[in-house]
């Protein structure tokens, strides 16, 4: 597969953020020089402020070092796939000491996430829901561990829109990952998020009328 996203910097802390939100989500790129010309096969040009105008392309995205490099490759994301917006906005939770997070736009993974605390937790999925667009949102969370699945389901129904739909999902099976892993606790809770977030699971219904 031929590359549709490009990294058009000579900055190398920029190129460095870059790069390495690219590698977690698995995405093919191209790194070119900002003068060098562009491939008819990419769609978008991800650069600094200050290299734009050495750029002619119809799709550049301004990178600057204060950003989040994640929401930088999520937007080229939605250019190469040519949506305004998902159609649906997947986000799986694996519930813990330390909870992880895998958001998922229209089945391919945007973010992970690692949270210490409940609220974290909830501020991370609430900033999914309110910043990514999309038609449909399901949160899904897992029952390992059933304390702090109870506590989380509260305060997402305490806190989520109505129009977020939430589901309990066995997790049956999403560790074994873990195996593998268990010296990379974030890694194991993300990957378990993933896992999570790919299953069907049961409604939960919402206490909230408002």
Not at 22 to 38: A, D, N, Q
Not at 90 to 114: C, H, Q
Request: hydrophobic content about 40%; glycine content about 8%; overall charge positive.
């Amino acid at each position: 597969m031929k590359a549709e996203i490009a990294l058009a910097t000579v900055s190398g802390r920029a190129y460095y953020k870059l790069v390495n939100e690219l590698k977690t989500k698995g995405l093919s790129f191209l790194s070119l020089m900002p003068w060098e010309s562009i491939p008819l096969d990419v769609k978008v040009v991800v650069t600094t402020e200050e290299e734009k105008a050495s750029i002619t392309h119809p799709n550049v995205l301004i990178f600057s070092n204060g950003d989040d490099p994640a929401k930088a490759i999520d937007e080229a994301i939605r250019i190469v796939q040519g949506k305004q917006s998902y159609e649906k906005i997947t986000i799986g939770v694996d519930p813990g000491k330390t909870f992880g997070v895998a958001i998922l736009g229209d089945g391919n993974v945007l973010k992970t996430i690692n949270c210490s605390s409940l609220k974290a937790t909830i501020d991370a999925v609430l900033k999914a829901v309110q910043k990514t667009p999309a038609t449909e949102y399901v949160v899904k969370t897992g029952n390992g561990a059933p304390l702090y699945t109870k506590a989380l389901l509260h305060s997402l129904d305490e806190s989520l829109p109505q129009k977020v739909t939430i589901q309990i999902v066995g997790e049956a099976g999403t560790s074994h990952f873990v195996r593998e892993t268990s010296h990379l606790r974030g890694l194991k809770d993300a990957m378990s998020a993933i896992k999570i977030a790919g299953r069907d699971g049961q409604v939960f219904q919402r206490k909230r009328t408002t």
